[in-house]
């Protein structure tokens, strides 16, 4: 019972952080992002959901490998020190992930993003790499965060530079009302026409 308490608490702990990025994403699905011109790769909104919930729970379950060693961990100085840099790195990724949302969707700043998203990156790998000396399948669990991550960063690049006023010319404000789409997404007006955005 005691492990399954620190499972259930492990795996509460990023969807939480999870919770909080939403709270800034949300808004801006069907309003801003929606008037995005998007990356040939970018995949349906929906899929984003199911895919971040589950890497979060693998999260959580690494999280967990890597809390229930705190027993053993404390016979052995040496391994302390790791022990504990390993959940401080945790968190600090985990932070770093909610602080990408608010820069991407509530700041409407790519280009920031994108930077914020490398520093991000290379914490979720520091954080791998700390893993792995304290629990090898923890770290494992975190190997498709990091893949994703990287897709992610192609995406926000894309994003960035397909808006970006430079690229376009000319700095072309379209209304922001949207359209639904026949798959339940939405789609915005996009430069330089004013046009909506054809659905996926």
């Given at each position: ?93 985990l932070v770093l992930n909610i602080l990408w949302s608010l ?16 520093i991000l990156w290379l914490a979720i790998a520091a954080t ?33 530079q397909l808006n970006s006023p430079i690229n376009s010319g ?31």
């Amino acid at each position: 019972m005691k492990n399954f308490f620190k499972l259930v608490v492990a795996i509460a702990v990023p969807l939480l952080a999870g919770f909080l990025g939403s709270i800034f994403t949300t808004p801006q699905i069907e309003t801003w992002y929606a008037t995005l011109v998007r990356p040939d790769l970018a995949p349906p909104n929906w899929i984003f959901g199911p895919v971040w919930t589950t890497l979060f729970v693998l999260m959580g379950i690494a999280l967990f490998l890597v809390w229930k060693k705190r027993s053993q961990i404390l016979e052995n100085v040496g391994m302390l020190w790791w022990w504990k840099l390993a959940l401080v790195l945790f968190f600090v990724q985990l932070v770093l992930n909610i602080l990408w949302s608010l820069i991407f969707f509530a700041a409407q700043n790519p280009a920031g993003a994108f930077v914020e998203l490398i520093i991000l990156w290379l914490a979720i790998a520091a954080t791998i790499f700390v893993f792995a000396k304290v629990s090898r399948p923890a770290a494992w669990l975190l190997v498709p965060y990091i893949l994703w991550v990287s897709f992610a960063g192609y995406l926000n690049f894309m994003f960035w530079q397909l808006n970006s006023p430079i690229n376009s010319g000319e700095e072309i404000v379209c209304t922001m009302d949207a359209k639904q789409c026949p798959d339940g997404s939405f789609v915005g007006r996009i430069p330089p026409d004013c046009d909506f955005a054809p659905c996926p």
